[in-house]
């Protein structure tokens, strides 16, 4: 089970476990429902910032 994070009233894990069926703090399930938080985004199956994002495409 992966590490998890609590942001304002959700708790989102850190990364995904990469289940089948996605569990319900699965960073990736959040997104793709619109729960995840303003600012947060998920890269390579990984919760970042939108900053951490945003340096991430500038860098490829």
Known sequence: MGKKVKIG???VKEKCC???S???SCP???LKEGRLPDGYAVH???LV???QKA???AAA
């Open 9 to 11: 009233k959700v708790k």
């Open 18 to 20: 990469v289940s089948k």
């Open 22 to 24: 996605r569990c319900s």
């Open 28 to 30: 990736i399930r959040l």
């Open 44 to 46: 390579k199956r990984k």
């Open 49 to 51: 910032t939108t900053k």
């Open 55 to 57: 340096k991430l495409r």
